[in-house]
């Protein structure tokens, strides 16, 4: 018996159109028959050389000659379709959906925002020091990227104390306190870069210096809002606005989302996601311009919330290409379901200079 008996058509025989002693499948003998009858156990004969007795033994222990019957897998022309996988549960189908643990990310975002109300409310030096922590955290997370992935040695004592040093003297001296403690910081950099050897100097303080403006003076910003005499309520509107402006872009774009922002870059972002975050953030500004900032007005809000919205998304998008160059989803793995904590500043720190440039032409 060879393979193509498997797949032959009705009306040639069970064992095809050279098969010998048996009907041709017809009214009296058909298919239905032929799939009932087993076929004749085949001894082989005096003539055959020892390959043909080893084929016929072979065919003899074929699963035709057996009650069982032949597994689909054993023959291609028999073989059936592979059933889909069970269904996951809703929940991990949520996970997948979003790319991450909702569950996880909800849960910490809202522990989050109660300490940093909390915090900005009651006390605003206790504030100063959660940005602090979260500016240390995320220069922490940021040098190690760099020194895991790409061997860049970058100082990371200076930039941590430079970095704390910039929020403080923002908050307590102003825009030119910051400034000196950037400049400090840099220097700090070069130095202290020195005590070790002179190969790649120049690129490990260029990375120092580039992680000390991106993440520490960046965030001084938030400082200088806070300093002003309703700056809680100035902070508030600027994390309000960004969080709602991120979340419309989600649920927009989870939504309706076809065409892509920036395959290249990000492949998850949609122009229907801007425009959701655009549309979320403009009201969101129109109101908290209008009831929380004193002396602000609907219309100022909706200026500021555009500009929220294009801060927002490239952030996001430059923390994306630093990620892709990285070869990395995360940049820590500190907050389950959100990443690291520079990954919850990528939208927030470019975002922060624009906020207080509009505050400060609005409303002084």
């Not at 010998?20 to 085949?42: E, K, L, N, S, V």
């Not at 997948?96 to 975002?109: E, N, P, S, T, Y």
């Not at 002396?295 to 892709?324: H, N, P």
């Amino acid at each position: 018996m060879n393979d193509s008996s498997w797949g032959a058509p009705p009306g040639t025989g069970f064992w095809g159109a050279s098969d010998q002693g048996f009907p041709p499948a017809g009214p009296a003998y058909g298919a239905a028959d032929a799939a009932q009858t087993r076929p004749m156990p085949i001894v082989p004969g005096a003539g055959r050389d020892q390959d043909d007795r080893d084929r016929g033994a072979a065919r003899l222990s074929g699963p035709l000659f057996r009650d069982e019957q032949r597994q689909p897998e054993e023959h291609p022309v028999h073989r059936q379709p592979q059933q889909p996988a069970a269904s996951s549960s809703p929940s991990s189908a949520q996970k997948k959906r979003a790319g991450r643990d909702l569950r996880a990310a909800i849960g910490v975002g809202v522990g989050l925002g109660a300490l940093i109300v909390a915090s900005l409310l009651i006390v605003k030096a206790l504030f100063v020091a959660v940005i602090a922590a979260a500016v240390v955290v995320g220069l922490w997370e940021l040098t190690s990227r760099l020194s895991e992935k790409k061997g860049i040695r970058v100082p990371l004592v200076p930039l941590a104390v430079g970095g704390a040093a910039m929020i403080v003297a923002g908050y307590v001296r102003g825009a030119e306190g910051a400034s000196v403690a950037m400049a400090l910081t840099a220097l700090a950099v070069l130095v202290w870069r020195m005590t070790e050897p002179p190969e790649d100097y120049l690129r490990d303080v260029t990375a120092g210096v580039f992680a000390a403006l991106y993440v520490p003076f960046l965030a001084t910003f938030v400082a200088l809002m806070l300093a002003a005499e309703d700056g809680a309520w100035r902070v508030l509107t600027f994390l309000l606005l960004t969080v709602v402006s991120d979340t419309g872009a989600y649920a927009v774009g989870w939504q309706f989302g076809k065409h892509k922002l920036a395959p290249r870059i990000s492949p998850g972002k949609t122009r229907e996601g801007l425009l959701g975050a655009v549309a979320f953030a403009m009201v969101a500004g129109a109101l908290c311009m209008q009831f929380l900032i004193d002396g602000g007005s609907w219309w100022q809000g909706l200026i500021l919330g555009l500009a929220v919205a294009a801060s927002a998304t490239l952030g996001d998008l430059g923390e994306s290409m630093i990620k892709r160059d990285l070869g990395i989803k995360d940049m820590g793995k500190l907050l389950p379901g959100h990443g690291g904590i520079m990954d919850r500043l990528d939208s927030l720190l470019p975002t922060a200079p624009v906020v207080w440039l509009l505050m400060v032409i609005f409303v002084g």
